[in-house]
T-cell receptor, first 112, second 111 residues
Framework: EAQVTQNPRYLITVTGKKLTVTCSQN?????MSWYRQDPGLGLRQIYY???????DKGDVPEGYKVSRKEKRNFPLILESPSPNQTSLYFC???????????FGPGTRLLVL | GESVGLHLPTLSVQEGDNSIINCAYS??????FIWYKQESGKGPQFIID?????DKRQGQRVTVLLNKTVKHLSLQIAATQPGDSAVYFC??????????FGAGTTVTVRA
């Protein structure tokens, strides 16, 4: 089954404790992206990747890092999480530029 | 800045009626638009898309209309069913790699 998977689905952590949210897709998509979703703000793009070893900032990149060492994986790294990063995070992928993005199930993060 | 927005945050519809969800965009250079449906506890799910060289596109029970003159996008759902209750987002392709989303419209279907 073609899908985008994220882990963990739920995470509670404390301020300053580094964490990584994994994202994997099995569709051989070139393009992958991370979004955060907050009430009343819709989805905002954090980072995106056009292909292996090629990444760029989205609208709200502060406090986040990403890497793309393999085509199928695109982890989101929070080096020192803060409470304002409490949010619902989505990973998405698409086959190429300008094509429909398919979303993962989401990761709900609470930073205390 | 330029953004995509939905006209109404909520919409209540009687089961069996048609639903119309509206979206305004401001970037005249955008050439690709997508509607997503998000059910509670799930990620956004693709419904239908349209490119700027089209005015209308139909899917199964859904139709998207694009009016480039007034920068307006709408999603029509025919014979709305309880399973259509969800949050609906329009998204605009700002450039080849970036999607800009509206805040969403919550659709509630009344039995």
């Amino acid at each position: 089954e073609a899908q985008v998977t994220q882990n963990p689905r739920y995470l509670i952590t404390v301020t300053g404790k580094k964490l990584t949210v994994t994202c994997s897709q099995n569709m051989n998509h070139e393009y992958m992206s991370w979004y955060r979703q907050d009430p009343g703000l819709g989805l905002r793009q954090i980072y995106y990747s056009m292909n292996v070893e090629v990444t760029d900032k989205g609208d709200v990149p502060e406090g986040y890092k990403v890497s793309r060492k393999e085509k199928r994986n695109f982890p989101l790294i929070l080096e020192s999480p803060s409470p304002n990063q409490t949010s619902l995070y989505f990973c998405a992928s698409s086959s190429s530029r300008g094509e429909t993005q398919y979303f993962g199930p989401g990761t709900r993060l609470l930073v205390l | 800045g330029e953004s995509v927005g939905l006209h109404l945050p909520t919409l209540s519809v009687q089961e069996g009626d048609n639903s119309i969800i509206n979206c305004a965009y401001s970037n005249s250079a955008s050439d690709y638009f997508i509607w997503y449906k998000q059910e509670s506890g799930k990620g956004p799910q693709f419904i239908i898309d349209i490119r700027s060289n089209m005015d209308k596109r139909q899917g199964q029970r859904v139709t998207v209309l694009l009016n480039k003159t007034v920068k307006h996008l709408s999603l029509q759902i025919a014979a709305t069913q309880p399973g259509d209750s969800a949050v609906y987002f329009c998204a605009e392709n700002m450039d080849d790699y970036k999607l800009s989303f509206g805040a969403g419209t919550t659709v509630t279907v009344r039995a």
